[in-house]
C-alpha cells in the first residue's frame, strides 16, 4: 500500500532547486540529515544474480545488422564493461510487427498496430548471424520474442528453431508475443493463443519465457501457476508512467506499489522454482522524457531500482533503448535526429532514443548515458548475498543496501534528495575492515555531462564495526568492506 504523505514529503523535497553534487568533496553540509543503516550481518537474504544488469532492444534494430556483430567494438566493449554476463533481450512493439524471411507458409494480410510500423518488418538471416557473432564477442545470453499477433504458430517455430541454429548456446529463452495485454482482452484469451505457440516451440525443442506482459502481475501469476514447468524463466515489464508525466521528482520518488508486485511475482516464481526478469524496464514509456531519462537523475534511479529488486530476488533487468528511429518507429512515429552540425556525442545522443543507456550507431560509435552508470554500480552487487538491514533516512530521500560476498560486506547508498546531504552512520560491519569507496556523481541531478562512478576515498570501520560515510546530496556511494585477517 503506497503512504501518499511520505510520498509527497519525497515529492516536495525534489521539487526544491536542482542541486549540485559538492563534486568529489565526500563531506557532508552543516545541514545534513544524519541518518543510521544498521547492517545484520547475520541475516543473509537473496543471492544477486550474475545476469542482474542487461539490455532490451526492438527487433527492428536488427534492421542494421552491423549494430550487433562482433566487428562493432565500442557497443561490445559497453556491454563487457556493464556486465560480462548479461542478457540481450530482442523484442518490444516490433517483434508482433515482424516476419521470418525463411517462412514459405500463407499470411494474413498485415494489420498495423494503432501506434506501430505500416508494414511488417521481415527479418533475414543475415542479421541472426551478426547477431551470434555479437553473443559471442560479449559472453552474453540471448532472449528472443517472437509474433504473437499475427496468429501464425507455425512461422513462430520456424524463426525460433532458426534462432537456435544460429546463435547456439546463447540463447536464453524464446518469448511469444510482446505485451499481449494490449491487444488479448483478458488472461485467458492470451493463454489460448499462446498455447498452440508454446506447443510448436516446444515440439522443435526450443526453451521458451514468458509472459513477457507489459504490467498485469495477475497474469504473471496465472501464467506460472499454468506453464511454470514449460519455461526457463517468468517476466513481465516495467515503466514508471507515460513520458508526458515524467519528471525528476517523480522518478526519485520511488514506486512502492510495484514492488509490493514484485514481492507477488516472485511468490509466483519461487513456488514454481523460476528466477523472475524485466526483460523490458525503463523510466518513462512512449520512449523516455528528455530532461529526465537522458540526465543523472536516471543514473540514482536505475541503481536504486536494480538494487530493490535484486533485493527481491529478481534475476535480470533489461533496459530498453537503442536508436531513436528504431523506437519512434515502434510508437508509429518519426524521428527528428536533429543536431546535425554539433560535436559527435551530441549527435550520438541525438540519434539515440531518451532512455537510452548506451547512445550512438554504427556510424557515429557508441557512448555511455548517465543510467549506464547506475546500472555498473548496482551490478556490483552480483553474486553478493544480499543482507538484511534497517535504515533510519533522517528525512532524506536516501535508500540503502548491504550483502556479503565470501569475506567482504558491500554497501550502497543513494541520496536521490535535491537539497539534503546525509550524513550515515553505518553498523554492524566486520570490525576495522578496510573500506574501499566509489562514488557515483555529477554537478547535478539534471547534468547530461560530467557523470562519473569511479574510486574515491578509503575508509575503515571503527572497533565496534561502525563507519561514518557522507552522502552528500544528488550522489550514490559504493563502498566494499573487506575483513582483516
Known amino acids: 500500500m ?12 525534489a521539487l526544491l532547486p536542482l542541486a549540485g553534487a559538492c563534486g568529489g568533496v565526500a563531506v557532508a553540509g552543516p545541514r545534513a540529515a544524519a541518518a543510521h543503516f544498521a547492517v545484520q550481518a547475520d541475516r543473509p537474504g537473496r543471492r544477486v544474480s550474475e545476469s542482474l544488469a ?10 542494421e545488422p552491423a549494430f550487433f556483430a562482433a566487428d562493432n567494438h565500442a557497443l561490445v566493449q559497453l556491454c563487457r564493461a ?36 505500416q508494414q511488417p518488418f521481415v527479418l533475414k538471416p543475415q542479421a541472426l548471424h551478426a547477431l551470434a557473432g555479437f553473443l559471442r564477442a560479449t559472453g552474453w545470453k540471448l532472449v528472443f520474442g517472437v509474433n504473437l499477433r499475427i496468429g501464425v504458430p507455425a512461422m513462430a517455430a520456424e524463426l525460433a528453431t532458426a534462432v537456435q541454429r544460429i546463435v547456439g548456446d546463447h540463447l536464453l529463452a524464446i518469448q511469444i508475443g510482446n505485451e499481449a495485454n494490449n491487444y488479448e482482452r483478458d488472461y485467458a484469451s492470451f493463454d489460448a493463443a499462446w498455447a498452440p505457440y508454446a506447443r510448436a516451440i516446444r515440439a522443435a525443442g526450443v526453451p521458451i519465457a514468458g509472459p513477457d506482459t507489459g504490467a498485469n502481475t495477475d497474469w504473471v ?25 515524467g519528471s525528476i521528482p517523480d522518478l526519485l520518488g520511488g514506486d512502492p506499489a510495484f514492488m509490493a508486485e514484485v514481492e507477488q511475482a516472485m511468490r509466483a516464481a519461487d513456488a514454481a522454482g523460476l528466477p523472475f526478469h524485466l526483460t523490458e524496464a525503463n523510466s518513462y514509456y512512449f520512449g523516455g522524457r528528455d530532461g529526465v531519462s537522458n540526465v543523472f537523475a536516471s543514473a540514482l534511479w536505475g541503481a ?14 533489461q533496459f530498453h533503448g537503442g536508436t531513436l528511429e528504431s523506437v519512434e518507429a515502434s510508437l508509429g512515429r518519426d524521428a527528428d535526429t536533429g543536431a546535425a552540425g554539433a560535436d559527435r556525442e551530441a549527435r550520438r545522443n541525438a540519434v539515440t532514443s531518451r532512455y537510452s543507456a548506451i547512445a550512438g550507431d554504427v556510424s557515429l560509435g557508441f557512448q555511455p548515458r548517465p543510467l549506464y552508470h547506475g546500472m555498473v554500480l548496482a551490478q556490483r552487487f552480483a553474486g553478493a548475498r544480499m543482507l538484511h538491514a534497517t535504515l533510519d533516512a533522517g528525512a532524506a530521500n536516501l535508500t540503502a543496501y548491504a550483502a556479503r560476498r565470501e569475506g ?10 535535491a537539497a539534503r546531504d546525509a550524513a550515515v552512520t553505518v553498523s554492524g560491519l566486520p570490525r576495522g575492515a578496510a573500506g574501499r569507496a566509489m ?31 557522507a552522502v552528500p546530496r544528488g550522489s550514490a556511494v559504493w563502498v566494499e568492506f573487506n575483513e582483516t585477517v
Open 221 to 245: 501469476i496465472e501464467y506460472a501457476r499454468r506453464h511454470g514447468r514449460e519455461n526457463v524463466f517468468l517476466s513481465r515489464h516495467y515503466y514508471r508512467d507515460a513520458a508526458p508525466n
Open 439 to 469: 562514488r557515483l556523481r555529477a554537478p547535478a541531478l539534471d547534468s547530461r555531462e560530467g557523470i562519473a562512478f569511479g574510486d574515491a576515498e578509503s575508509t575503515v570501520s571503527d572497533a565496534h564495526g561502525l563507519c561514518r560515510i
Open 408 to 417: 567482504a560486506v558491500l554497501v550502497a547508498l543513494v541520496n536521490k534528495d
Open 54 to 63: 542487461g539490455l532490451s532492444y526492438e527487433t527492428l534494430q536488427l534492421a
Open 304 to 317: 536504486d531500482f536494480m538494487l530493490a529488486l535484486a533485493q527481491r530476488g529478481v534475476a535480470g533487468v
Open 2 to 13: 503506497v503512504d501518499p504523505r511520505r510520498r509527497a514529503l519525497l515529492k516536495a523535497a
Open 82 to 117: 556493464v556486465n560480462p554476463q548479461g542478457v540481450l533481450r530482442i523484442g518490444g512493439n516490433t517483434s508482433d510487427d515482424t516476419v521470418w524471411s525463411g517462412y514459405r507458409g500463407p499470411l494474413p494480410a498485415f494489420a498495423p498496430r494503432k501506434r506501430g510500423l
